[in-house]
């Protein structure tokens, strides 16, 4: 009798997180207000660009005879470009992801899931097509895609740090890596140069808790990671403050030299500062063409 | 016990712990502080990162010491150290300890008490059985128990008003069993059992005394001497000149017991006794009912007035009138005589004696009355007055009570009278017969010199034989008796001089004056008199010199009071019987104190010695604190205090470092706030809403009379009744809601006090929408329920005249957001009256210290943040109008508060212009 109901109430406490999630993604989306956002330029599209003299190149079929008829010459209709851009997410999932120093303010995972469905939200108003990295969910348009993007987030993965899986990138399209970037940087580095070689541009989010970037730690202390794979023992933690610093400053500077070698944008958003600014940050990446 | 200078230990072999001191230092250095375990994702960053020195795994040196500090308190605490130990010699087997146990102990029994504690601790640590007992109270057998045992029955010890009684002594002394020391905690006054005490004791093993050197000082009974008190006191005679206050206290006319007189009483050095006459006007000295040394606490320090220092007032009026006569042919000179050293006599006018209100009144020779002073007469007579009557020419002449009875005459007289004896008359001068049982006079020895040469006679009568209280051998009736009321009427069927007959001469005639309560017995009494009597206890004295009800107590046999000498049987006190009190004081008027010497082989200890004082608790203490430290600094060198739970501690420490100065920095900030201005207080409902709402209300209050008046308030304060000080704020407002709990007994304490020093509280049901007074709305209960305790005045519905009508605005009605004229306020005293010409009436005292009324002011009042009315009043226009003069109502209100009854001056404004004019 009592496995129908434990099955329910497992289900429901998995499915839990991903209202929450999706409120929350919403909530943070409808903070931006949508500026400009058409393409402004001519291109394939429904609404009306402008009229322009036919070329040559053109076919007969798309002289727009009614405008032409009031001139001697040709005239073409342009459309706006309307075109739908791909962008595809890759969001670190993995254990050190969770790691929350304080209760009041939010682990690195849910702002990076809250932040990167926000994105994909506002994404999708604007018309474009958003997906997962990793063929795990192609890019699609329409408020079914999101829920599945959200079910899909609010998942977590085993492993200690995270690599991003750069399969399932479009050609041209955009994409966006959210994570600590704390672990190995070999990964990191093939998946944006793999690519930059199918011409896929982006943004680097790095998501750090304010105790990551402080180091408030002194006396004997035995750090692990947080799957517990990696472990290291020191007596004086105070000591090696400066040097933590200065390793995680190089690591920041790498990341921020590989973004534009590939060109690509990198930034960190610290868990206490509010989620608006990154989600910001984020859209206009996606705005801005190189 | 292993005395190490002034402190000693129970068990210094647990010292030996200190040893291991040193190895426990070694182990604690060589463990490092265990390590934090933290999940951290920036580890990956660490990796590869090494410590510059190793040192820091061992514990710091400082910390490594307070450990140390904290375990070595520990073992010293467990030793049981003790300050100032006791070095008795360690004897064993019984031990006495005996208090003298009498008044003289009284005075600083406490420190008795805690001296024997001592002794008895010291017994319980020696494991000797003990037996404590006092002189005064000595038990059937002596039992000697574990001291444990006895220092549970060390609080029954208390000292007694009274001495040891030798004979007791001796007989307790025979069932002692054994050998045993003794311990004796002397009250320093010489007795003569003391010696035979001490033989015995220093017989059965060593004896030692605890005595104070110091001066005890007794009050003997004041005594009246030629129309002065004489107050004398004695002491010990040692020491040098002092001076010592005695007050007579007594009832004063309202009944309340106060302090009549206050003397001094000095004694010269060495010198034991000090005496003082006083004079105290007779309408004092017989309200006096005791004299006390003032400070003294001790049975010996009071002495009970008896009715020895009591005067009869008798008043003497002769019908003679001021004729001019020999002094020994006066009526009234033989009875002046006999009562003046015993009574105090008035003279004057019938209607001026009667103001006087005497205990007797002897009329001799007196015949006829005006009706008014027969009237007068009569009722004090029916009061409880005694009338006496001589008999004389003019009576004997006069026709009263010659067909009836006269109201103050006991009989009817025969006209004329008789003599018997003279040379005109036959037979012999008659003598006295012996007085029957059933008279006053029983007992009197008649002397064979009284003669009876002429008398008025009473008529024979059915009632005659039972009033007649003395007669002459023939039976003829001399003297006559009739109860009147409370009081009685008493015929002498002859003169009150020597012309009828010798009895005024005699011994015979004084004594019967004294039994007829004319004049006042002479405090001693005489031998076998007492015999037989029982007398009951009125009020007891204990040790301590507090009077208690003597009533519930057994009487006693009036032969121990012929010789009074306080003991079980009979305490100090006074005692009523047969119409007269007897007082029994620890100090007779030839008591004499000494103080009591020892010989040279008793050692003699003062009571204070140095306390001993147990510093366990406080070595114990130390290292508990020593290891709350340890705590903390561990947690700083181990890291553990920054990160996370770095707030945590810190939040405890200043909690616990800075609680009591918040709390007083608060209630400073409340008083500075409430007096630095006039502030309107509103009474803490509870109830969230309400508060809010009084808080409105008296904002818009506050704000209405800074526009309108020079009365410029602060923000309103609420009020907590239980906590806050209420003497800061003039004026308090109390919506009433009817699931209000009741204030506490001191937050009455509080309001009374604040009622009575001049504050007003305006309570408000505001229930007078759906109530008014005498139907009972729930608020009105609670209200009711609350008032109650409060000490609050008659109350009367608001009159049109009271002041409140014209403090400031002219108002006849007082409306809030209801407009209900049921407002009570304090009564206006009852002799108020309208002055001619003048509109109101002569109210000028007070403010009223209570407004009770339902009309729901606050929310008419009230104003929100910005100054927007709050709630709706009325509807429209009238509704408006109606806001306003709830407003008025409330300037009114405060005005009355602040400048009390100045507006209801000005009715005087004319008698001060006229009086200006002149």
């Known amino acids: 009798m009592s496995q129908p109901l434990a099955l329910r109430s497992e289900a429901e406490a998995l499915a839990a997180p991903m209202p929450a999630l999706l409120a929350q993604a919403e909530h943070l989306a409808s903070t931006v207000i949508l500026g400009e956002h058409g393409r402004r330029r001519a291109g394939v599209g429904d609404t009306f660009w402008q009229y322009r003299p036919a070329q040559a190149s053109d076919t007969a079929r798309s002289i727009d005879w009614r405008r032409s008829a009031r001139s001697d010459a040709a005239f073409v209709q342009d459309k706006e470009w309307q075109i739908a851009q791909s962008v595809l997410f890759w969001v670190d999932q993995s254990a050190s992801m969770r790691f929350q120093s304080d209760a009041n303010i939010q682990s690195k995972s849910t702002a990076a899931r809250v932040i990167a469905l926000a994105a994909a939200i506002l994404l999708l108003q604007g018309g474009e097509r958003v997906g997962l990295t990793g063929l795990r969910l192609p890019p699609k348009r329409g408020e079914a895609q999101i829920r599945q993007m959200a079910e899909q987030l609010a998942e977590d993965a085993e492993v200690d740090y995270g690599s991003p899986e750069a399969q399932g990138m479009l050609p041209h399209s955009r994409a966006v890596f959210v994570s600590d970037f704390l672990g190995d940087m070999a990964p990191i580095e093939g998946a944006l140069m793999r690519a930059a070689d199918r011409g896929v541009s982006g943004a680097l989010l790095q998501i750090l808790d304010p105790q990551e970037e402080a180091f408030p730690f002194d006396g004997r202390t035995v750090f692990e990671s947080m799957g517990g794979t990696l472990r290291h023992e020191t007596l004086k933690a105070g000591d090696l403050k400066t040097r933590y610093e200065d390793r995680l400053r190089e690591r920041k500077d790498r990341l921020d030299h590989l973004a534009k070698v590939t060109g690509w944008q990198f930034r960190t958003h610290h868990t206490d500062r509010p989620a608006t600014s990154a989600l910001l940050w984020l859209y206009q990446a996606m705005e801005r063409r190189n | ?918």
């Open chain 2, 1 to 918: 016990m292993w005395p190490i200078g002034p402190i000693g230990f129970l068990s210094p072999w647990l010292l030996l712990g200190l040893l291991a001191l040193p190895i426990l230092w070694i182990l604690l250095r060589a463990v490092p502080p265990a390590p934090i375990r933290r999940r951290f994702p920036g580890v990956a960053l660490l990796i590869g990162l090494t410590d510059d020195e190793s040192q820091t795994d061992r514990t710091p040196w400082w910390l490594l010491l307070l450990r140390m500090m904290a375990v070595a308190a520990a073992i010293i605490g467990f030793a049981g150290p003790v300050l100032n130990p006791q070095n008795q010699e360690t004897g064993d087997g019984p031990l006495l300890i005996i208090a003298d146990g009498t008044w003289a102990d009284a005075r600083d029994w406490n420190a008795r008490i805690e001296r024997i504690d001592a002794l008895l601790n010291d017994a319980a640590r020696q494991g000797r059985p003990v037996a404590l007992l006092s002189l005064t109270d000595l038990p059937e057998t002596t039992l000697f128990q574990s001291a444990s045992a006895v220092a549970q029955t060390l609080p029954n010890l208390q000292p007694n008003p009274w001495e040891p009684a030798e004979d007791a002594l001796f007989d307790w002394i025979n069932t002692l069993p054994g050998d045993f020391d003794t311990y004796w905690l002397s009250d320093g006054l010489a007795r003569k059992s003391r010696d035979l005490l001490l033989t015995d004791f220093e017989a059965r093993g060593s004896v030692t005394v605890f005595q104070t050197p110091r001066q005890t000082f007794g009050l003997r009974p004041a005594r009246f001497v030629d129309g002065e008190i004489l107050v004398s006191a004695t002491r010990t005679p040692i020491g040098n000149d002092t001076t010592i206050p005695v007050v007579a206290i007594g009832l004063d006319p309202a009944g309340v017991e106060r302090q009549l007189v206050t003397v001094d009483l000095d004694f010269t050095a060495g010198e034991p006794v000090a005496e003082r006459a006083i004079v105290v006007p007779p309408e004092l000295r017989n309200r006096i009912t005791r004299f006390e040394i003032d400070g003294v606490r001790s049975a010996a320090a009071i002495s009970l007035t008896d009715d020895a220092l009591k005067r009869r007032e008798v008043a003497l009026l002769s019908g003679a009138g001021d004729q001019e006569q020999l002094d020994l042919l006066d009526p009234l000179f033989y009875l002046r005589e006999a009562l003046e050293p015993t009574a105090d006599l008035i003279d004057g006018t019938l209607s001026d004696m009667l103001l006087a209100n005497p205990d007797a009144i002897v009329l001799a020779d007196f015949a006829t009355l005006a009706s008014d002073e027969t009237e007068g007469l009569l009722e004090w007579v029916e009061n409880g007055g005694l009338l006496v009557r001589f008999a004389g020419p003019r009576l004997a002449a006069s026709e009263i009570g010659r067909s009836d009875e006269d109201p103050l005459l006991p009989v009817r007289l025969r006209q004329g009278g008789r003599s018997i004896g003279g040379t005109m008359s036959w037979g012999e001068p008659k003598a006295l017969a012996p007085f029957a049982e059933t008279s006053p006079f029983f007992g009197l020895q008649v002397p064979d010199d009284v003669e009876v040469t002429a008398q008025v006679v009473a008529q024979p009568d059915p009632t005659l034989a039972s009033r007649v209280i003395a007669q002459l051998a023939d039976g003829t009736p001399l003297v006559t008796r009739k109860q009147v009321g409370e009081g009685s009427v008493i015929l002498f069927h002859v003169t009150a001089n020597a012309e009828w007959s010798s009895l005024p001469l005699s011994g015979l005639f004084v004594q019967m004056l004294e039994r007829l309560a004319i004049s006042t017995r002479p405090s001693d009494i005489e031998a076998g008199e007492l015999e037989g009597t029982t007398w009951l206890p009125e009020d007891v004295l204990d040790a301590f010199g507090r009077l208690y009800d003597g009533r519930t107590l057994a009487g006693v046999d009036g032969s121990l009071l012929e010789n009074p000498s306080p003991g079980p049987e009979l305490q100090p006190g006074l005692y009523s019987g047969n119409d007269r009190l007897i007082a029994v004081n620890v100090i007779d008027a030839e008591t004499a104190l000494a103080t009591a010497q020892w010989p040279n082989s008793v050692t003699v200890e003062g009571l204070d010695v140095s306390e001993e004082t147990d510093l366990k608790g406080w070595f114990l203490a130390a290292a508990t604190l020593l290891l709350a430290i340890d705590v903390i600094a561990s947690l700083a060198v181990g890291g553990r205090l920054r990160g996370p739970r770095a707030d945590i501690t810190a939040a405890l420490l200043a909690l616990v470092l800075l609680t009591p100065q918040w709390a007083e920095a608060q209630e400073d900030e409340f008083a500075l706030n409430a007096t630095s201005n006039v502030v309107l207080g509103y009474v803490l409902t509870g109830d969230e809403h309400t508060d809010e709402i009084s808080e409105a209300g008296l904002r818009g209050l506050s704000r209405t009379l800074f526009q309108r008046t020079t009365i410029e308030p602060s923000a309103p304060v609420g009020v907590n009744i239980e906590t806050d000080e209420l003497a800061f704020f003039p004026f308090l407002y109390w919506p009433i809601t009817p699931d209000q709990g009741l204030p506490s007994r001191e937050a009455y304490g509080k309001l009374n006090r604040y009622l009575r020093s001049g504050g007003m509280i305006l309570f408000d049901t505001g229930d007078a929408d759906n109530a008014s007074f005498g139907s009972s709305s729930p608020e009105g209960r609670t209200l009711r329920a609350i008032a109650r305790t409060l000490d609050i005045p008659a109350l009367e519905p608001i009159p049109q005249d009271h002041v409140l009508t014209r403090t400031f605005y002219l108002l006849q009605d007082f409306p809030g957001r209801y407009a209900s004229r049921d407002i009570w306020v304090e009564a206006a005293p009852a002799d108020a009256e309208l002055a001619e010409g003048m509109p109101f009436r002569n109210l000028n005292d007070g403010v009223t210290p209570v407004v009770i009324g339902g009309n729901d002011w606050a929310r008419a009042w009230a104003i929100d943040d910005v100054g927007n009315r709050m709630f709706p009043v009325g509807r429209g226009r009238t509704g408006e109008r109606q806001r306003e003069l709830a407003y008025r109502f409330g300037v009114n209100l405060i005005m009355h508060v602040l400048t009390g009854n100045y507006k209801s001056d000005q009715v005087h404004v004319p008698d001060l212009l006229e009086r200006l004019g002149q």
